[in-house]
Structure formats: structure tokens, C-alpha cells
């Protein structure tokens, strides 16, 4: 099975050994996304929409870098600080995933890179 990198200058650029996301065959597999600005790769330190908004605006850059797009998401993992900041999270992530949103999980954890406080990665199908 053919294996490709994708790299988007629209989203942040990687911030350890690993891509931005692996095509697999008819997978799209995307690291995980925080809130990171793509021009000067400072995080964001905003309220939890705004941090979710950018992580989705750099995770949608990378989708559509790897020939994907929020329909052909089926599986994503919402990592948080805090899950009290779930309602707020899903909020905003809701509205990227109108009608069949892809299967999710959303897990806490005690730290996410940088200090972010919300993480988001997907797997895309690309076949027919």
C-alpha cells in the first residue's frame, strides 16, 4: 500500500519527528491539531471556542492538503485539559459536522504541547 506524507504551509508546521498528516491507500490520517497560529507558530491563548475554531481551521488545512474534506472525516479524538471545557468544545465542533458526524472520542489529559488546552485529530476516507 502506497504510504505519502502531506504537509500544508496552512497549518502549523510539525513540532517534533512526525508529519502532518499520512496518506495510507484510501486513509487520511492527521496528527493531532492545537491551537497554533500557521504564520508565527504561537499558540493561541484565547477562550476555548476561539482555541477550537483555530485547531479546526489548521486541522481543515491539512484535511484538504491530503484531498479530504470535513465530509469524508469518519473518525476523530478530541483531546482536553479539562473536561469541563467539553460543552463549549463540542459546541463549535458541531457545527464542521452538520449532518453524519464521524465517530469521535474525547478523552482528558494531564498535558497537551505547549499548554494547549484542546488537541483534535482525524482519519478521512478518500475511496469511492
Not at 500557521?38 to 477562550?47: D, M, R
Not at 469524508?72 to 485539559?81: C, D, E, G, R
Not at 467539553?86 to 457545527?95: D, L, Q
Request: no cysteine; charged share 15%; aromatic share 8%.
Amino acid at each position: 500500500m502506497p504510504r505519502t506524507v502531506v504537509q500544508s504551509e496552512q497549518a502549523p508546521r510539525a513540532i517534533g519527528p512526525y508529519s502532518q498528516a499520512i496518506r495510507a491507500g484510501d486513509f487520511l490520517y492527521t496528527s493531532g491539531q492545537i491551537p497554533l497560529d500557521a504564520s508565527t507558530g504561537a499558540l493561541l491563548e484565547g477562550t476555548i471556542e476561539e482555541e477550537t475554531r483555530l485547531v479546526l481551521a489548521n486541522l481543515g488545512a491539512v484535511l484538504e492538503a491530503g484531498g479530504a474534506g470535513w465530509s469524508q472525516v469518519v473518525k476523530t479524538t478530541i483531546f482536553l485539559t479539562n473536561l469541563a471545557d467539553f460543552a463549549a468544545v463540542n459546541g463549535v465542533y458541531g457545527a464542521y459536522f452538520p449532518e453524519s458526524p464521524p465517530a469521535r472520542s474525547t478523552v482528558q489529559v494531564a498535558a497537551l504541547p505547549r499548554g494547549a488546552r484542546v488537541e483534535i485529530e482525524a482519519v478521512a476516507y478518500l475511496g469511492p
